[in-house]
């Protein structure tokens, strides 16, 4: 349902946090996104590298865990699929 609301959108950029094997990364790319992908796993990173190149789509792939990333633009599609519960700390600060 989102992807379908999206292909209805002007392409943007998309950010997509804990993007595991990239699916969600590759499909945003496939509308026409320019996608960041952040992966905390060099598995599944490598892992996004090869099914983009697969789909003949680029998809900007950052290893690194997402609660040290620092976004440096402002995104227009932002995706979090799965990612809070690996999250170590679930208590909010006060």
Do not use: W
Request: with cysteine; net charge negative; aromatic share 6%.
């Amino acid at each position: 349902m989102l992807l379908e609301a999206l292909s209805n959108r002007q392409p943007g950029l998309a950010l997509d946090l804990g993007s595991g094997e990239g699916i969600d990364a590759i499909r945003l790319a496939r509308l026409g996104y320019q996608v960041d992908a952040i992966e905390g796993s060099a598995v599944g990173a490598e892992k996004i590298e090869k099914f983009a190149r697969g789909a003949r789509t680029r998809v900007n792939v950052m290893h690194m865990d997402a609660q040290d990333f620092q976004p440096t633009k402002q995104y227009d599609v932002i995706i979090c699929n799965g990612l809070l519960h690996y999250i170590e700390n679930k208590a909010l600060s006060t």
